[in-house]
């Protein structure tokens, strides 16, 4: 009997630990990219500014057309939208801008800061390591891709669809 209580106790004490962890995971996500975002204003950089809007935007047409054709299960089997992880894809965006155009002084503490964020989705079992694999490379691909030079091959544009809003690519050479 005393076995099952300390089991019990234990069992709880680890779900509460994995809440944490998947919580954590939840602001820091959020926190990286608004970090970024926040560095373009100290640095009064309208051009800076305007490149993190292209590439986060890059970055999450990229997520979520994958999460949309690609469907696969997540590990807790709670929806089909497992295929990128964008937990990741946000937070190593964020890293890989503020790595970019502020140096690796700024940028390893923030890539090691996005690590904790994937581990955190595979922890909490709304990942596999292969989701959070392909989210970190669309997160960290779109800041170091010069979009500038795109412009008049590429265009996004937000578009209005049967049911609501949807996103335009548009090529051209």
Avoid: C
Avoid at 5 to 22: A, E, H, R
Wanted: no cysteine.
């Amino acid at each position: 009997m005393l076995g099952f209580l300390v089991l019990f106790l234990l069992q709880n004490s680890y779900s509460q630990n994995i809440k944490k962890i998947k919580k954590t995971g939840d602001y820091v996500q959020i926190a990286l990219p608004l970090t970024a975002l926040a560095s373009t204003y100290v640095k009064t950089d309208a051009t800076l500014r305007k490149q993190y809007f292209e590439s986060f935007a890059a970055t999450l047409f990229v997520t979520y057309v994958g999460k949309l054709t690609v469907p696969t299960l997540r590990p807790d089997g709670s929806d089909s939208y497992s295929w990128i992880s964008g937990h990741t894809a946000a937070s190593v965006f964020g890293a890989a801008f503020m790595e970019k155009h502020f140096g690796l002084k700024i940028g390893i503490p923030a890539y090691i800061a996005a690590g904790f964020v994937g581990w955190s989705r595979v922890k909490s079992k709304k990942h596999s390591a292969g989701d959070v694999l392909r989210g970190a490379i669309a997160g960290a691909f779109f800041p170091h891709w010069d979009l500038a030079k795109l412009h008049k091959t590429i265009k996004i544009k937000a578009t209005n669809i049967e049911n609501g809003i949807g996103l335009n690519l548009e090529l051209s050479w």
